[in-house]
Structure formats: structure tokens, C-alpha cells
């Protein structure tokens, strides 16, 4: 007599079989279902999360430390006029519904702040990307590489770390004529800088690089960042606004940049004039024209001295003294022949 443990359909079973001689059928004796497995013990619960708001919340940290001392939009608030949608970085598309109601709000003179790296798959978020050229946003594929001939449009000899052109616009022409133009966009997607405006709308390039930049398809299998031919070249945009005109006479505006480190990056803050830049476009988007920008950080980047960059000041501060020389000369000239 031989046994056997066999499981069938998960149901253990302890069977017995017999030998019997040669030619005799074997006989099996009944199986006998085995005894069930004990059942674990019930896991304990686990312990309660400490309270972080509504139920299942998840703490996240901020990439720069600061104190919240307000949050004036709770869950489920609606936007109003005056308010500014932040849209930073989509991955995921709206749904027809969500678009409607964003649709609704631009429509009352709604604006939107939106931020579009080139990691976004904004070529498969066809709502997302609507309500983008609805503004005259028109967002490039790829990434944005300076030339290696303009070792002044990159930043300590990183291709990625771009120095982007200011061009004066609302956001912009305060700081050029303070000379604080001195911004950074780390691996920034481009959009067309020279966006079609019609009787509704006006928008403008704010940050551009020059024609030498050029594309990197990041969506095909490519080892190397070296231009080829191929590749589409600039200018490109790396920051636009724009002012929408609605049916109800309303005036929606929005901004655009092409690297969300701009608004998360502390170093880029401390390093350039980008805290006033976005300072600027948050003020453009609401309307309000009374900044304080007098606590700003110091920029540490400063564009190289060159003869553009000498100011009437210096030029009189250089050319009053041999004026006065000439002068001088003229006037003890003769007497000296006397």
C-alpha cells in the first residue's frame, strides 16, 4: 500500500493505492479530503495616519523650504474671474466635461498660467492641446539645444541650460529697463515664436533663443544631441503671453513657459532675475500692476560687458573730461604764441 497527498482544484487530497498482482485491476481506496489549513491570522490595522487634511491625503514635500500661511482654495472651489488656472505640466488629458467648465471660466476672462516641458505628452492630450492654441500657444516637439558656435546662449558649457533673448512685452519691459534680464530654462521645449494673432487675440514671444538653436527629437531612439540635418532650427520661443478677447467682452490672458524648473527651482531663483520674471507674469495675468520687487534675490548671472551695453551715463562720464581738455587746448594755444 503506497499514499499519495494530491491536490485537485485547490482541495488537497490524502489517496491510498493498493499493489495487486499482475493482469488485476488496481483498486483505489476512497480519498479522504485532508484537513483544511489553519487560517491566518488576521493582519493587524494598521495605525493611523496622522491627520494631513481630507482622508487618504498624501504629504508632499516642496522643493523649497517656506511656510504656507494661507490656502485660500479649498477642495471643490470653483475659479472666478480673477483667479489664475494653474495648468503646469499635464500628462493626463481633460475629459469634454472638464473642458467645459475650463472653457466656461476663459470665456468669463479666466487665466491661465501653464508650464509644458518637453517630457509632456502633450501630442496625445488633444484637449489640452486645443485649449494651448486657442491662445496661440503652439508647442514644439523636442528639446531645445544651443549651437556650440554661441557659447554666450548657454550657460557653463551645458547646451541644455539656455540663455533665452527677453523680448519687451508687458511681463518684460520694466526689467530691461532696469537691466535685470538675466534669465536661465533648463531643458526647455520651444514653441513657434511667431504665432498668428487675429482681430481676438494678441500674443507675443517673451523668451526666445536665437536661429543657430535647434530640435532634439526625444521620442525617437537617438544617442546623440549633435544637430543634424534634420533637425528643426530657431528661433524658438521659450516663453509667450497672450490676450484672448471674448464674446462676452471679456479680456482672458495667459502664459506660457517651456520648463516647469522655473517655478520649482530655488537656484534659478537665486541665481537670476527668474523670481521677478514670474513675479511679472502672475502680476500680467491678474491685471495688477502694483509689485513690490524691492525684497527680490540679487541675480548672480549677469550678461558680459560689451560695447552695446554702455549706458549714456558712461559715455559722458568718459567723454566730459577730454572735452574739457580740448577746450583747454584751444584756449592757451594762442596764448602761448603771444
Known amino acids: 500500500?503506497?499514499?499519495?497527498?494530491?491536490?485537485?482544484?485547490?482541495?488537497?487530497?490524502s489517496v491510498s493505492v493498493e499493489e495487486t498482482a499482475a493482469?488485476?485491476?488496481?483498486?483505489?481506496?476512497?480519498?479522504?479530503?485532508?484537513?483544511?489549513?489553519?487560517?491566518?491570522?488576521?493582519?493587524?490595522?494598521?495605525?493611523?495616519?496622522?491627520?494631513a487634511g481630507a482622508a487618504g491625503a498624501v504629504t508632499v514635500k516642496a522643493p523649497m523650504p517656506g511656510n504656507i500661511l494661507d490656502v485660500k482654495v479649498a477642495a471643490g472651489a470653483s475659479v472666478k474671474a480673477g483667479d489664475v488656472l494653474c495648468i503646469l505640466s499635464p500628462?493626463?488629458?481633460?475629459?469634454?466635461?472638464?473642458m467645459d467648465i475650463i472653457r466656461a471660466y476663459v470665456q468669463g476672462g479666466g487665466a491661465v498660467l501653464f508650464s509644458c516641458d518637453y517630457t509632456d505628452p502633450i501630442e496625445n492630450m488633444p484637449n489640452v492641446l486645443s485649449l494651448l492654441?486657442?491662445?496661440?500657444?503652439?508647442?514644439?516637439?523636442?528639446?531645445?539645444?544651443?549651437?556650440?558656435d554661441e557659447t554666450d546662449t548657454f550657460y557653463n558649457n551645458n547646451r541644455l541650460a539656455l540663455l533665452p533673448e527677453m523680448q519687451a512685452t508687458d511681463v518684460t519691459l520694466e526689467m530691461m529697463l532696469n537691466g535685470r534680464t538675466a534669465m536661465l530654462m533648463v531643458a526647455s521645449r520651444g514653441f513657434d515664436p511667431s504665432p498668428e494673432s487675429d482681430n481676438s487675440l494678441l500674443v507675443d514671444a517673451v523668451l526666445t533663443?536665437?536661429?543657430?538653436?535647434?530640435?532634439?527629437?526625444?521620442?525617437?531612439s537617438r544617442l546623440s544631441i549633435t544637430q543634424s540635418d534634420s533637425d528643426k532650427t530657431g528661433p524658438?520661443?521659450?516663453?509667450?503671453?497672450?490676450?484672448?478677447?471674448?464674446?462676452?467682452?471679456?479680456?482672458?490672458r495667459a502664459f506660457i513657459i517651456g520648463s516647469s524648473a522655473l517655478l520649482t527651482?530655488?537656484?534659478?531663483?537665486?541665481?537670476?532675475?527668474?523670481?521677478?520674471?514670474?513675479?511679472?507674469?502672475?502680476?500680467?495675468?491678474?491685471?495688477?500692476?502694483?509689485?513690490?520687487?524691492?525684497?527680490?534675490?540679487?541675480?548672480?548671472?549677469?550678461?558680459?560687458?560689451?560695447?552695446?551695453?554702455?549706458?549714456?551715463?558712461?559715455?559722458v562720464l568718459v567723454g566730459l573730461p577730454i572735452l574739457v581738455l580740448l577746450a583747454a587746448i584751444i584756449i592757451l594755444l594762442p596764448r602761448r604764441n603771444l
Not at 533663443?209 to 525617437?220: Q, R
Not at 537665486?270 to 534675490?297: H, K, N, P, W
Open 91 to 98: 500628462v493626463k488629458d481633460y475629459t469634454d466635461a472638464e
Open 133 to 148: 492654441r486657442s491662445y496661440g500657444f503652439l508647442p514644439e516637439s523636442g528639446l531645445v539645444m544651443a549651437s556650440p
Open 236 to 252: 524658438f520661443a521659450l516663453a509667450l503671453q497672450a490676450k484672448r478677447f471674448t464674446d462676452t467682452g471679456d479680456v482672458s
Open 23 to 51: 493482469g488485476a485491476a488496481p483498486v483505489a481506496a476512497a480519498p479522504v479530503a485532508a484537513p483544511a489549513a489553519p487560517k491566518a491570522a488576521p493582519a493587524p490595522a494598521a495605525a493611523p495616519k496622522a491627520a
Open 1 to 13: 500500500m503506497k499514499y499519495y497527498n494530491i491536490t485537485v482544484n485547490g482541495v488537497a487530497y
Open 209 to 220: 533663443t536665437s536661429a543657430k538653436s535647434y530640435l532634439v527629437d526625444t521620442t525617437a
Open 265 to 315: 527651482e530655488e537656484q534659478l531663483f537665486t541665481m537670476t532675475d527668474g523670481e521677478e520674471f514670474l513675479v511679472r507674469a502672475v502680476s500680467f495675468l491678474t491685471g495688477d500692476d502694483s509689485i513690490d520687487t524691492s525684497i527680490m534675490v540679487k541675480t548672480a548671472l549677469r550678461p558680459g560687458l560689451s560695447v552695446n551695453a554702455l549706458s549714456l551715463g558712461s559715455v
